[in-house]
C-alpha cells in the first residue's frame, strides 16, 4: 500500500468519523438553542405566531426578568404584545422603560440627549419622587452620569435635575424606596442610602455606597460591603472583597456576614466582578440579608454572574426577596450592560 | 459554587471507556495499513517496530464527550465546543499525514498557527488581558492575536516534544490535566473541568497500552490533539465576558513540556546558522536522564513526579493574592534553574568518568 493510500484510507475514516458526528450534533444543538432561555425573544415569538399572545407575554416577562437584556428589542416586543393584548397599564408603564433603552442605540449625540430627557420625563409622570437632600441629588447626578456614560451621552446629563437623575436610574433597573423603608423587609432606615454598581470593564465599571453623602465605596475589584446599625446609623464595618483574584475573599466575607448582628443593614456593590470565586456559603449569607438569586447563569439561578452589577440594600435576617436588589448582566446578545443603583431616600425635611 | 460531579465523573469514564475499547482497534487498524514506527533514527529510544494511530481514540472520545454534554447537559454546552470540534479534526489529520509521510516541522507549524488563528476569530479563543505578576491584569489589546495562537502552539508542540518515551506525553497530559482541574475545580470553572476530566479519561485509559513497555504510540496525531485539546482549554473558561487570562497557572502546571520545548528551541537557534532549525535531535529532557542511565521507566517517573510537584505549586499559586504569587514563582524559577545546574554537572561529571567536569567542558553540548 502506498503512503498516498494509507493517508487516504485515514482521511476517510477521520472524516466518516466527524460527519457521523455533525449529522448527530447539528439536531441537538438546535434543539438546544430553541429551548436556551437566553433566547426567550424567539420562544415569544413563536408563541406569537400560533395567537398565544398571554403565553409569549408572561414568556418575555420571564426572560426580561431573568436577564435584564441591555437591548431594547425585548422591551419593544413586550411593549407590542401589551397593546395587542390591550393591557394599557402595562403598556404605559413600560414605555419609558422602551424610550430610555432606544434612547441608548441611538448613535446620534443631540438626539440620545433628547430622547433621554423625554424617557425621563415619560417616567416622571407615572412616578415622581418627593423632595432630597441635597447630597442626596448630588449622589444621583453622579449615578445618572455614570449610567449614561457608558453610552458616550453628553451635557444634557448634568443639566437635568435631581428628579429626571431618579427616573433615568430608575428605568435602567434602578430600585427605589422614597419612603424611607428598606425593600420589603418594613425596616426603617436612619439615613439615606444610595448604592450603584457597575460590573463589567471600562466605563461600565463603577462602586458607590453613599451613606449620609458620605461614600464608602472606592474604584477597586471585587464586592464592597458596607454594615451599620439601623438604630444608630452607626457604621459597623465597610470594606471591599476581591472575589475575581483572591480565593480567600469569598471566606473572609462569609464570616464578617455571619458575625454581622441580626438586624444589621448592609449594602453591597460589586465593581468590576463579584463571581469568580463566590462560594456557595457566601450566597447564603448574603442570602440571609434578603437578597435573592435573581439572575439565571447557566440555565441555574445566581446570585450574580460573571461581571454581572448588582447593588443592593438588605437587613440581615430578613426573608429571602425582600432586599432592594438591582442587577444588570455586563452583555446581553449585542449590548454592553451598564450600571445599576439601589437606594432608600428619607422624604426632605425628615433627613438628619 | 455547586459542581457538577457527576458530569465530570461521566465525562472522564466514558472518555476512558471510548478510547479503552479502541486502542486496540486501531492498533489493528495501523498494522493492516503499516502505520508504524520503526526505530530507525539515533533519537529514537524503542527497539520494536511500535504501531501508531493511538491518538485517534482521543478525537474520538472528545466528539462522544462534546456529543454527550449538548444531549444530556446542555446548559454546560459552549458555542466554542464546535470550533474545537472542526479545528481538533484538521489537527487530527494533518497529525494523520505526519504519522504517515512525515511533514516538514516548519510546515507543521504555520499550519497550526493557521488553525488557531481561526480559532482566535471564530471561536473567540483569545487572551485580551494577562495575568499582572503583582495582581490585577494587563490589558494586551491586539497582541492578543499574537500571543493567544501562539500559546496554544506552544502547549500543542510541548506535549508533541514530551512524546519521546513509553507513556510520557499521555502521562504529563495527565498530571497536567489533574491539576488544572484541581484548580479549576476550586474556582467554579466548570468547562475548563469539564476539558480536564475527559483528558485524564482518555490518558489514563492510553497509559494501559502506552507505559513501558508500550504496545501502541500516539503518534502526532495524537500528541498535537491532546496538546491543542489542553492549550485550547485553558483559554475557553475566560472567554465569558471579556477574555481575561491568567496564564501564569496553566504555564506553571505545564513547566515539564514547556522547559523541554523552549530549551529545545534555543537548541534549534543555536542550529540555525547550518539551515537545521526544523531538525529533530536527541537533545531533550528525557534522552539526557536516559543518558545519565536511568531507566526508560525511572525516567518517565521522575518527570511525572516533577510536573506533578509543578501541579502541586501551581494549586497553591492559584490561591494566593498576585504579589504572593509572584513571589512563588521566582523560587520555582530559582529552583528549576538550580536543577539545571545540577543536572548539567552530573552530565559533566558523568561524562568524565567520574571526575568533576572543567568549566569550559560544558560549551560543546550543543
Not at chain 1, 435602567?172 to 426603617?188: H, L, N, P, S, Y
Request: proline content about 5%.
Amino acid at each position: 500500500m502506498t503512503p498516498f493510500t494509507r493517508i487516504v484510507v485515514l482521511w476517510a475514516v477521520t472524516a466518516a468519523c466527524f460527519a457521523a458526528f455533525n449529522a448527530a450534533y447539528w439536531p441537538l444543538n438546535a434543539h438546544r438553542v430553541r429551548t436556551d432561555p437566553a433566547n426567550f425573544t424567539a420562544y415569544a415569538q413563536r408563541l406569537e405566531a400560533n395567537g398565544r399572545v398571554q403565553d409569549a407575554i408572561a414568556a418575555l416577562e420571564r426572560g426580561i426578568a431573568a436577564f435584564r437584556p441591555s437591548c431594547a428589542a425585548p422591551y419593544e416586543q413586550l411593549l407590542r404584545l401589551y397593546a395587542q393584548a390591550g393591557d394599557l397599564a402595562a403598556h404605559d408603564a413600560l414605555e419609558p422603560t422602551v424610550m430610555f433603552r432606544a434612547a441608548l442605540e441611538n448613535v446620534d449625540p443631540d438626539r440620545r440627549d433628547a430622547m433621554l430627557r423625554d424617557a425621563a420625563r415619560a417616567r416622571l409622570q407615572q412616578d415622581k419622587p418627593p423632595g432630597v437632600a441635597p447630597v442626596t441629588a448630588e449622589a444621583l447626578q453622579r449615578f445618572a452620569v455614570n449610567l449614561t456614560a457608558v453610552y458616550g451621552a453628553g451635557r444634557a446629563i448634568l443639566d437635568m435635575g435631581f428628579e429626571e437623575h431618579f427616573a433615568l436610574l430608575s428605568i435602567a433597573g434602578g430600585e427605589f424606596r422614597t419612603d424611607g423603608i428598606i425593600g420589603e423587609t418594613g425596616v426603617a432606615c436612619p439615613v439615606d442610602i444610595l448604592v450603584q454598581s457597575g460590573g463589567g470593564q471600562g466605563v461600565q465599571r463603577a462602586a458607590h455606597i453613599v451613606v449620609n453623602g458620605r461614600d464608602y465605596a472606592r474604584r477597586e475589584r471585587g464586592i464592597h460591603v458596607v454594615l451599620f446599625d439601623p438604630a444608630t446609623a452607626e457604621v459597623l464595618h465597610w470594606d471591599c472583597f476581591d472575589l475575581y483574584d483572591d480565593a480567600t475573599a469569598a471566606q473572609r466575607l462569609a464570616r464578617l456576614l455571619h458575625r454581622a448582628p441580626e438586624g444589621c443593614i448592609g449594602a453591597f456593590a460589586v465593581f468590576d466582578d463579584g463571581s469568580v470565586n463566590m462560594t456557595e456559603e457566601l450566597e447564603i449569607e448574603l442570602l440571609r440579608f434578603g437578597l435573592e438569586r435573581a439572575a439565571l447563569v447557566d440555565r441555574a439561578p445566581a446570585l450574580v454572574g460573571l461581571r454581572h452589577s448588582l447593588a443592593a440594600i438588605g437587613v440581615k435576617g430578613a426573608p429571602r426577596s425582600s432586599a432592594l436588589q438591582a442587577w444588570a448582566p455586563e452583555r446581553f446578545e449585542t449590548c454592553d450592560g451598564h450600571p445599576v443603583a439601589c437606594g432608600v431616600l428619607r422624604p426632605w425635611g425628615a433627613a438628619s | 459554587m455547586k459542581q457538577p460531579w457527576t458530569l465530570y465523573l461521566l465525562v472522564a469514564a466514558g472518555a476512558f471507556l471510548v478510547t479503552f475499547v479502541l486502542v486496540p482497534a486501531f492498533r489493528w487498524l495501523a498494522r493492516r495499513l503499516d502505520v508504524v514506527d520503526r526505530p530507525s533514527e539515533a533519537r529514537k529510544v524503542h527497539r520494536r517496530v511500535i504501531p501508531y494511530l493511538g491518538g485517534v481514540p482521543f478525537y474520538l472520545a472528545f466528539l462522544g464527550t462534546i456529543l454527550f454534554i449538548e444531549a444530556f447537559y446542555p446548559q454546560y454546552s459552549q458555542a466554542s465546543f464546535f470550533p474545537m470540534c472542526l479545528v481538533g479534526t484538521l489537527i487530527v489529520l494533518m497529525g494523520l499525514y505526519d504519522d504517515v509521510a512525515n511533514m516538514s516541522s516548519s510546515r507543521k507549524l504555520l499550519l497550526e498557527l493557521g488553525l488557531f488563528i481561526l480559532l482566535y476569530f471564530w471561536g473567540g479563543f483569545r487572551a485580551t488581558e494577562i495575568a499582572h505578576p503583582f495582581g490585577g491584569t494587563i490589558h494586551v489589546g491586539w497582541l492578543a492575536l499574537i500571543l493567544s495562537p501562539l500559546w496554544i502552539a506552544g502547549v500543542v508542540n510541548a506535549v508533541n516534544f514530551s512524546d519521546g518515551l513509553d507513556g510520557l506525553a499521555a502521562g504529563l497530559v495527565f498530571v497536567c490535566a489533574a491539576a488544572i482541574f484541581a484548580i479549576g475545580f476550586t474556582r467554579g470553572q466548570t468547562t475548563s473541568c469539564i476539558m480536564m476530566a475527559y483528558l485524564m479519561g482518555c490518558t489514563l485509559a492510553f497509559l494501559c497500552y502506552n507505559f513501558h513497555p508500550a504496545s501502541i504510540f500516539m503518534g502526532d496525531a495524537g500528541a498535537l490533539f491532546l496538546g491543542f485539546v489542553l492549550g485550547a482549554s485553558t483559554l475557553i473558561e475566560r472567554q465569558k465576558g471579556v477574555a481575561v487570562v491568567a496564564l501564569a497557572v496553566p504555564m506553571v502546571v505545564l513547566t515539564v513540556p514547556i522547559l523541554d520545548t523552549l530549551l529545545s528551541f534555543y537548541r534549534r537557534l543555536l542550529r540555525a546558522r547550518q539551515g537545521q532549525f526544523f531538525m529533530p535531535d536527541r537533545d531533550h529532557l528525557h534522552h539526557r536522564l536516559l543518558d545519565l542511565g536511568l531507566s526508560q521507566r525511572q525516567v518517565v517517573l521522575s518527570l511525572y513526579y516533577l510536573s506533578a510537584c509543578m501541579g502541586l505549586l501551581a494549586f497553591i499559586l492559584s490561591g494566593v493574592p498576585g504579589a504572593y504569587g509572584f513571589l512563588i514563582l521566582v523560587l520555582a524559577a530559582m529552583a528549576i534553574a538550580f536543577c539545571v545546574v545540577v543536572l548539567r554537572f552530573i552530565e559533566g561529571f558523568a561524562r568524565n568518568g567520574g571526575r568533576a567536569a572543567p568549566p569550559e567542558s560544558n560549551a560543546d553540548v550543543e
